[in-house]
């Protein structure tokens, strides 16, 4: 394919049956309106690889000798990475003041602590966790195990959460404060603190693949943000299945503020506090009803 040549045109067949191997292998839905997303993020890819039409990508995709690593280049040219630290503050208030202290609490015996933040891009999101516990837990982080672990789909994203080096625009809502005490600034860069950053560590994971979460044990808190917008019910609702599974009785979930667990059959309360979508196991809320 020469360098002026255009993408490939993808047929409303070829789209069906992409549409259905991205389904099947990750949950991403894309729906009859989102063809020309796919076409445009995956164009890219046919023209890296000279190929010329979509039913042999198809099959290099399904049946070439380096499947497996295509899937992962296609995951990484398909999701959308969008994140910053400290997003949605309000929310992330609810974690550090009211959640946090509660679990720390319940946890004082064996001072330990687990946090999965799940679908977490470029590791914002688990960093910002990392930095909330810092401040909660101060000089008794020492005597306490803590463990936070990033995880996405996507190779690629974690392989720059890894670095911790980030610009401005992932820096967009941090106050002045927290990048002074959390951060080095590097020329156009802001290096994440060793020592916040030695608190968590990444791992590839796909959310489709429940018996894979099992690997990790159980958490006490589990963000779960701005991915299962891209997912239909069936399964958004396997995904916070195995949430449940994988969260403490007195764990809890914290899911994207314009998510909701409402059309799902799943065995989650919200909780009682006004800004942050939290939920708690049911039966289980007490503790935080306590607290708010
Ligand atoms: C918009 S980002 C959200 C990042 C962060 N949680 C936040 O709220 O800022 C969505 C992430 O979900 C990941 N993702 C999509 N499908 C996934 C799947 N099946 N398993 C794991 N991660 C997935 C994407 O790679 C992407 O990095």
Redesign the pocket.
Known sequence: MSETSTDPVMSAAQFDRLRKIIYDR???HFPDNKKYVLESRLGRRLQELEIEDYDQYISFLTMGPYKDDEFQEM?NKI??????FF?NEPQLDVFEKQVLPRIIEARAATKRLRLW?????SG??PYSLAMMVHRCLGLRLMDWRVEILG????EK?LTSAMEGRYTDYSMRTTSPMVKSRYFKQDGPYWNVDPQVKQMVHFEV????DRLAAKRFGKWDVI?C???MI?FDDAMREQVVQTFHDQLENDGVLFI?HSESLRTLKVPFEQMPTPQGFCYAKQGCKQWMTKAA
């Open positions: 990750s949950g991403i995951f999701t959308i990475n969008e994140t910053s997003r933040s799940a679908a977490c891009s914002e999101e995880t996405d789909i996507s994203v994971h796909n959310l489709k963000f943000r701005n991915v891209y994207g």
